[in-house]
């Protein structure tokens, strides 16, 4: 398939540039795919299209203030993305000016709290390999998390504020490492997790750290020829054994998101005909890119926002439900004035 069949016309008005006032009064878009049949509900409504014993997956992951922004000596400013964690204080990151931020720079924080050494160039294009110290022999993570901005998509064309510290993080998020929130997540409070439990739903979790090329669009001419970025993630051995016996016993697996289901359908994949470990965990790097023709053994109900045009995510649901079914509910969605991307509302795909 092409990349340019993956393009839509949405009005800017319908980006979301903040979180409703309430979690869980998003809008929810419920699409059948045996029909195509479209409901439009409240995400507080969700628990009403729970089946006993549903087993709804989430992505525990914890995004973390990873923009790190200051001011250069000659008083320009300078941005550090920190990605991916490698060893002690030593991560890969994106940074701006690329051109001025060369091996062998130093940059610093607070008056000198934290200071960002450059130590070389990374894979990507403004990618660096950069260690992170702290003064007084300080943990750099501390200072990360409190000098650090939440690092918001580009499509929000807004600083961030006090709110998104909460609002751009799921309340069951545990484990830090994302740069980008498991938006479909998003939707969820403690009182409908209760509600769903009450419906017969069953929860089980897994991480999924999310990375910076969620945004990126595919620039491929060909879908088949773009590369994803990979992200590590990790399940827990008993949390995939409840899973795989939903599964077998033909109980739905409502992936909530597509970083879920990347997890699921790769971790599938992966132990194959193998023995199924009893304990322990299972992580790992995964690159798995999901578009039309994609054959999902593990995930058939998903829970998704509205996405960018030509991107991956957008990509994977039309694998899921159809490339005509995907078409027709993201023009009513913007025909009925949906909020679109990550402080948008969602869909549930039956």
């Known amino acids: 398939m092409k990349t340019k069949d993956f393009e839509y016309e949405l009005p800017r008005e319908l980006i979301a540039q903040h979180p409703v006032q309430a979690r869980d009064a998003s809008r929810l878009m419920v699409l059948r795919r045996t029909d195509g049949a479209l409901e439009h509900r409240s995400f507080k409504d969700l628990p009403e299209y729970i089946v006993p014993k549903d087993v709804l997956v989430i992505n525990n992951t914890r995004v973390f203030p990873a923009r790190l922004l200051g001011t250069l000596p000659t008083g320009g400013k300078f941005e550090v993305l920190l990605v991916r964690r490698l060893e002690g204080s030593r991560w890969t990151a994106l940074v701006k000016p690329g051109r001025r931020l060369v091996p062998g720079r130093k940059l610093e924080l607070a008056g000198?709290?934290?200071?960002?050494?450059?130590?070389?160039?990374g894979s990507l294009d403004g990618e660096r390999i950069v260690s992170l110290k702290a003064a007084g022999g300080r943990d750099p993570l501390q200072l990360v998390e409190r000098l650090g901005h939440v690092p918001l998509p580009p499509y929000i064309?807004?600083?961030?504020?006090?709110?998104?510290?909460?609002?751009?993080?799921?309340?069951?998020?545990?484990?830090?490492?994302?740069?980008?929130?498991?938006?479909?997540g998003l939707h969820f409070t403690r009182d409908l997790i209760n509600a769903v439990r009450r419906a017969g739903g069953l929860f089980e979790e897994?991480?999924?750290?999310?990375g910076p090329?969620?945004?990126?669009?595919?620039?491929?001419?060909?879908?088949?020829?773009h590369r994803m970025q990979e992200e590590c993630y990790e399940v827990e051995a008993?949390?995939?054994?409840?899973?795989?016996?939903?599964k077998e016993r033909g109980h739905g697996i409502l992936a909530v998101g597509t970083t879920t289901v990347r997890t699921l359908e790769t971790i599938v994949r992966r132990i194959g005909s193998e023995a199924k470990p009893e304990r322990g965990t299972l992580s790992g790097e995964t690159p798995l890119f999901i578009y039309p023709g994609f054959e999902f053994r593990l995930v058939n109900r998903l829970l998704t926002n509205f996405h960018l045009p030509r991107s991956t995510l957008l990509m994977l649901v039309a694998a899921f439900v159809g490339k005509e079914q995907l078409d027709y509910a993201y023009s009513e969605a913007v025909r009925l004035k949906y909020r679109f991307y990550s402080y948008g509302d969602a869909m549930l795909i039956l």
């Open 112 to 121: 000198g709290e934290l200071v960002i050494c450059v130590e070389d160039f």
């Open 157 to 184: 064309r807004r600083d961030d504020t006090r709110q998104d510290r909460s609002r751009y993080q799921t309340v069951y998020a545990r484990n830090s490492g994302a740069v980008a929130a498991p938006t479909a």
């Open 206 to 210: 897994v991480t999924l750290h999310v």
């Open 213 to 225: 090329g969620t945004f990126r669009p595919v620039e491929t001419e060909d879908i088949e020829n």
């Open 238 to 246: 008993a949390a995939l054994k409840n899973i795989l016996k939903a």
